[in-house]
């Protein structure tokens, strides 16, 4: 069930448009409406100055769920849209006027459309990609702000920067409409946790037992923390994270998602049973923090997105002290031999994971390339480099973060950082080759593996290991975390 859920959430994304950039500088005003009983929303999108010829989907999944567009023109009667290939098509040459629009919340939850829209108790996880359409070319200037109408007593939780002398007003840039985000409508628990660099906005949806919630603000605040290692920051300022209930499990985290609208909307699905222990155990916060240090990965090269996520998971709870070095070395060990499953090269299991559910050899195979680069970047700078630093000097430069980039644009910046082009062609060799094998690695790096796990010996390359391992640095006080709990 776990799995499926990442594949049908990964076939929605493969759908969305790319998007031009366009020298127009008109002004986007969304307002959306959701109505008492909570099935419908009703947008209605206005333009200052131009308004664009089309607008499209931020997702094809969303295209059923489209009802009634109309346009309204200045000074004139509203008339219906027409709406070609998922294209809705405006008047050429009109100037300001407004759009309107319906989406059928509750044929969305009908159809069972994960991640564009999830039943709540008394709250509503959606999509933005289900009713943000936006125009089809557009400049990543563009000034869009969107205002929610609610039915009294309900909250909202977006991925947005808040417009403060509007109530329940945001302001949109770019990545609301480059990448995914989620809203949260109804009753809902907020927190705000305090990290290095950056303030932490949970909503937690109804659902969990009153003694439970408790738990998630020590929980989400370890997870930050061993995230904002590499940089000794966390890599974005004001993430939103979501905890949504599902029934009982015997998994500690159900799912997780990262998505970027807003700079980062992390979803993370826990079940209902879940408790303080089971929590203590968690790696997929982690891993899902991790994302947000590299710049969103193309779907086709998510072996590189997923391998850093995994490679991270595992050595940042170790320097963060949540678990041992030597639990960490047999993890990567035993997940580079599930190289030995794969029947394809990365690139093809890569590519049928949606459908083949090969997840664990993509992901773990990606993590042994991440560590061969870090590896690589240590010793070929004598230590002064590693995929820390690396990344972190990229998370200076946001022209990398505006779209989604491919493996050989991301390995390339890591070379121009190293200096030398190293990362791209070590990776090369394994893209459309045999998947990694790591014997000679670990024997260089002194790891080996006994009859009670995996030992550290002396080797070349100990300075290595114990570098990548090395205890963190204590970070600066943050501070306790402040908790509202309006509309328990």
């Known amino acids: 069930?776990?799995?499926?859920?990442i594949a049908l959430w990964l076939c929605a994304c493969a759908a969305r448009q790319p998007v031009p950039p366009s020298p127009t500088r008109a002004a986007l005003a969304y307002t959306?409406?959701?109505?008492?009983?909570?099935?419908?929303?009703d947008v209605s999108l206005c333009f200052e100055g131009p308004m664009p010829q089309r607008l499209i989907y931020g997702t094809r999944a969303a295209v059923p769920f489209l009802r009634q567009p109309e346009r309204l023109l200045p000074g004139g009667p509203r008339t219906p849209v027409t709406v070609r290939d998922g294209v809705m098509e405006l008047p050429a040459h009109a100037h300001g006027g407004c759009v309107s629009y319906g989406v059928d919340v509750q044929a969305a939850l009908d159809r069972d459309a994960l991640m564009l829209a999830y039943p709540g108790e008394r709250s509503l996880l959606l999509a933005a990609e289900l009713f943000l359409w936006r125009p089809q070319t557009r400049s990543r200037e563009l000034q869009s702000t969107l205002r929610f109408v609610l039915p009294s007593g309900t909250r909202v939780s977006t991925p947005w920067p808040e417009l403060h002398d509007r109530p329940l007003s945001f302001q949109l840039?770019?990545?609301?409409?480059?990448?995914?985000?989620?809203?949260?409508?109804?009753?809902?628990?907020?927190?705000?946790l305090?990290?290095?660099?950056?303030?932490?906005?949970?909503?937690?949806?109804?659902?969990?037992p009153a003694e439970t919630t408790r738990f998630f603000a020590p929980w989400l605040t370890r997870a930050g923390e061993a995230a904002s290692l590499p940089g000794a920051r966390f890599p974005v300022p004001n993430p939103q994270v979501i905890v949504v209930p599902t029934s009982p499990s015997a998994y500690p985290i159900f799912f997780g998602h990262t998505g970027r609208s807003g700079g980062a909307s992390i979803v993370l699905f826990l079940p209902t049973d879940i408790d303080e222990q089971r929590l203590q155990t968690d790696w997929i916060a982690v891993h899902e923090f991790s994302h947000l240090w590299h710049p969103f990965i193309r779907r086709q090269d998510a072996w590189l997105s997923e391998g850093i996520a995994t490679y991270w998971q595992e050595v940042l709870r170790a320097r963060a002290g949540q678990i041992s070095r030597e639990q960490v070395w047999q993890r990567l060990y035993d997940g580079a031999e599930l190289g030995r499953e794969a029947s394809a090269s990365l690139t093809e299991e890569t590519l049928r994971m949606p459908h083949a559910h090969n997840y664990q050899i993509v992901y773990w195979a990606g993590a042994a390339i991440a560590l061969m680069l870090d590896v690589e970047l240590r010793t070929q700078s004598a230590g002064r480099l590693s995929l820390d630093r690396v990344l972190s000097r990229l998370r200076e430069q946001p022209e990398l973060y505006v779209r989604a980039r491919s493996a050989h644009e991301l390995l390339q910046a890591f070379d121009?950082?190293?200096?030398?082009p190293v990362c791209a062609v070590l990776a090369r060799r394994h893209m459309h080759g045999e998947l990694p094998q790591l014997h000679d690695l670990f024997e260089q790096l002194g790891v080996a593996r006994g009859p009670e796990g995996t030992t550290r010996t002396a080797a070349p390359l100990a300075w290595v290991r114990d570098a990548i391992l090395a205890p963190a640095s204590e970070l600066s006080p943050a501070g306790p975390f402040a908790v509202d709990t309006v509309g328990r």
């Open 1 to 5: 069930m776990r799995l499926a859920l």
């Open 32 to 41: 959306v409406a959701w109505d008492s009983a909570g099935k419908r929303l």
């Open 173 to 192: 840039d770019e990545s609301a409409f480059a990448f995914t985000g989620h809203v949260v409508l109804g009753e809902l628990e907020a927190q705000t």
């Open 416 to 420: 121009r950082e190293a200096g030398a």
């Open 194 to 208: 305090r990290l290095p660099g950056a303030r932490m906005r949970v909503a937690i949806m109804p659902g969990f």
